[in-house]
């Protein structure tokens, strides 16, 4: 028998499992009993750097980020790329939607995003 903690949408559980010899008869399987254990906390967010700008961009879509090609300060033109986002083995460049300063970054590389999510601010 092996004992084992399965964590289940947060719910940690021990489970024990026989191990089988090879019959053809099914061994009896009892349900797993809930732990109180302390489950992983939560991955902490990125923090944004700088203030809030009051152009807001946005996700379009859900997807990891692969490059942030600006950085707090800089000023940018409309169309330029702010960052490059992967979604559905594609990379999407989100370009900036007017004339501006960067203001705030709130994706770094890695990161994975949901569609809304405020990617960058500008002033």
């Known amino acids: 028998m092996k004992n084992y903690t399965i964590t289940v949408n ?10 089988s010899t090879g019959a053809a008869a099914p061994a009896a399987v009892s349900a797993p ?20 700008g009051s ?31 992967e979604a559905m083995k594609m990379e999407n460049e989100i370009i900036a939607p007017s004339d501006g300063t960067v203001a705030s970054i709130h994706a770094a590389v890695g990161d994975s995003v949901e569609a809304g999510a405020t990617l960058a601010t500008l002033n």
């Open 55 to 85: 152009v807001k961009v946005t996700a379009p879509m859900p997807g990891k980020i692969l490059g942030v090609k600006v950085s707090a300060g800089q000023a940018v033109k409309k169309g330029e790329v702010l960052v490059v986002l």
């Open 10 to 19: 947060g719910n940690v559980y021990d489970v024990t499992v026989e191990e």
């Open 33 to 52: 009993s809930p732990v109180k254990k302390e489950a992983a906390p939560a991955p902490k967010k990125a923090a944004a750097t700088g203030a809030e």
